[in-house]
């Protein structure tokens, strides 16, 4: 069982940085991690993933060159670290954790654990 707990989202302008962080309750090297967003409304949607040693990534065109996913699995932490925020990347921020550290898992889906969530809001 892994537990997952975000923090560092707050209300920032658009323009503006924010940098998630992700901590987990144990070893998460067997694990791709990544990072969802969902806004009101809308379907939950994967915005960065990273698996093996943290060279491999992926993201969609939306965030893709705005966001940068990253972790430290000496601190069992994945971060995610947001540039030139936008009014539409308003929406509560979860990380999530797969087993199985392989590209099989860069789309996280589907996700073994979730955290409980952290509020991003982009104001224009």
């Known amino acids: 069982q892994v537990q997952l707990v975000e923090s560092g989202g707050d209300m920032v302008q658009a323009g503006g940085s924010l940098r998630l962080a992700c901590v987990a309750s144990?070893?998460?090297?067997?694990?791709?991690m990544g990072w969802f967003r969902q806004a009101p409304g809308k379907e939950r949607e994967l915005v960065a993933s990273v698996w093996g040693s943290g060279q491999n990534t992926f993201y969609p065109a939306s965030v893709k060159d705005r966001f940068a996913i990253s972790r430290d699995n000496a601190k069992n932490t994945v971060y995610l670290q947001m540039n030139s925020l936008k009014p539409e990347d308003t929406a509560v921020y979860y990380c999530?954790?797969?087993?199985?550290?392989?590209?099989?898992?860069?789309?996280?889906?589907?996700?073994?654990?979730w955290g409980q969530g952290t509020q991003v809001t982009v104001s224009s």
């Open positions: 144990g070893s998460t090297s067997n694990y791709a």
């Open positions: 999530a954790a797969k087993y199985g550290n392989t590209v099989q898992s860069m789309g996280m889906i589907p996700a073994d654990y």
